[in-house]
C-alpha cells in the first residue's frame, strides 16, 4: 500500500516562506510522475508543480519564478519551496504520485498553508 505524507503547511505571512515535503512509503524511483496540488475552499484542485522520474519540472504559470519543486529518491520525499508567498496561495496542498502502467494514482491526506497578515 503506496502512502503519501505531507508536512511543512502553516501560516506565514505575504512575501514568506515555506517548505513542504511529501514523505513516500517506499521507492519514489516506480513514479512516472510526481506533483503537487492545491485546492482552496470552493475551487477546483489545480495542479501547482509537478516532475518527472527524469526530474524534469513544470509549473502552474501563478507560480512560476516564486515556487521550485525538487525530488530526494535517497529519501523517499518529494518537496515544494515556496517563496514569496501570496494571499491567494492559500489552500490545501496535496502530493501526487502517478504510475502510467495500470494508470495507478496516489494523493496524500494533505497539508493548510495560510497566507496572512
Known amino acids: 500500500q503506496v502512502q503519501l505524507v505531507e508536512s511543512g503547511g502553516g501560516l506565514v505571512q505575504p512575501g514568506g516562506s515555506l517548505r513542504l515535503s511529501c514523505a513516500v512509503s517506499?521507492?519514489?524511483?516506480?513514479?512516472?510522475?510526481m506533483g503537487w496540488y492545491r485546492q482552496a475552499p470552493g475551487k477546483q484542485r489545480d495542479m501547482v508543480a509537478g516532475?518527472?522520474?527524469?526530474?524534469?519540472?513544470r509549473y502552474a504559470d501563478s507560480v512560476k519564478g516564486r515556487f521550485t519543486i525538487s525530488r530526494d529518491n535517497a529519501k523517499n520525499t518529494l518537496y515544494l519551496q515556496m517563496n514569496s508567498l501570496k494571499p491567494e496561495d492559500t489552500a490545501v496542498y496535496y502530493c501526487?504520485?502517478?504510475?502510467?502502467?495500470?494508470?495507478?494514482?496516489?494523493w496524500g491526506q494533505g497539508t493548510q498553508v495560510t497566507v496572512s497578515s
Open positions: 517506499g521507492s519514489i524511483d516506480r513514479f512516472n510522475a
Open positions: 501526487n504520485a502517478v504510475i502510467l502502467l495500470g494508470s495507478r494514482d496516489y
Open positions: 516532475i518527472t522520474s527524469g526530474g524534469n519540472p
